[in-house]
Structure formats: structure tokens, C-alpha cells
């Protein structure tokens, strides 16, 4: 199972940037994708998650209200976006998804089954 994370870059403060994941084999009995961020010196922190069906959507606090995470199927792919709008300077962090293929949704690493390369987002003041 692979993802593959793409969109991140430098933005301003205010600006806005989207993520993508997709992850393409292996979708069979996944439940959901999920976004975490690792800034530098600190631990990787849930960002955002849902479910494969796109019927829920769980935010951090600290991004409730200005991120919106998304899900697009075809076929046997499966994309995630994240919608990053309002970016702050602690917004700024190498950005990972993850799949995971049981229930319920968690928050912690180790409720997530596999994982993307990370992508780096940089929002400057």
C-alpha cells in the first residue's frame, strides 16, 4: 500500500494551500484517511481525518473552522485533499497522511496503518 502526498509549498499568512494524497492499491476494506503534521522538535500531531464514504470528518481544534478535509473515489483510487485556508505560522510543518483500515477513526499514530511521505508546508508572517 502506498500514498503518495503532494501540494505543500510556502505560503503567507492568511494565504491558503491544498494537499493531496492518493493512494491507488490496496483500497479493499480501508475505512478512512487522515492528515498529521510534525513541526520541527515536536511530535506528529493529528490534523484532520475521514471516512472512506466521506459521511464524517474529525478536525483538530486547531484547525476546526479552517481546514476542510475531502475524499474523491475512482474506482479502486482513493484521493484525500486538504484544504488549508487562514494559514498561520504554526501551521507551518512537514504534512503526512495516513490510511487506516479499521474502526472507529483514531487520533493516535498507531491507530493508522500506513503512512505517505511528508510534505512540507511553510506559511511565513
Known amino acids: 500500500v502506498q500514498l503518495q502526498a503532494s501540494g505543500g509549498g510556502l505560503a503567507q499568512t492568511g494565504g491558503s494551500l491544498r494537499l493531496s494524497c492518493a493512494i491507488s492499491?490496496?483500497?479493499?476494506?480501508?475505512?478512512?484517511m487522515g492528515w498529521f503534521r510534525q513541526a520541527p522538535g515536536e511530535e506528529r500531531e493529528f490534523v484532520a481525518s475521514?471516512?472512506?464514504?466521506?459521511?464524517?470528518?474529525?478536525?483538530a481544534d486547531a484547525v476546526k473552522g479552517r481546514f476542510t478535509i475531502s475524499i474523491s473515489r475512482d474506482g479502486a483510487k482513493n484521493t484525500a485533499y486538504l484544504q488549508m485556508n487562514g494559514l498561520k505560522v504554526e501551521d507551518t510543518a512537514v504534512y503526512y497522511c495516513?490510511?487506516?483500515?479499521?474502526?472507529?477513526?483514531?487520533?493516535?499514530?498507531?491507530?493508522?496503518?500506513?503512512w505517505g511521505q511528508g510534505t512540507q508546508v511553510t506559511v511565513s508572517s
Open positions: 475521514i471516512r472512506t464514504t466521506g459521511i464524517a470528518t474529525y478536525y
Open positions: 492499491e490496496g483500497t479493499v476494506g480501508m475505512h478512512g
Open positions: 495516513a490510511a487506516s483500515y479499521s474502526l472507529p477513526l483514531g487520533r493516535m499514530l498507531n491507530d493508522w496503518d500506513y
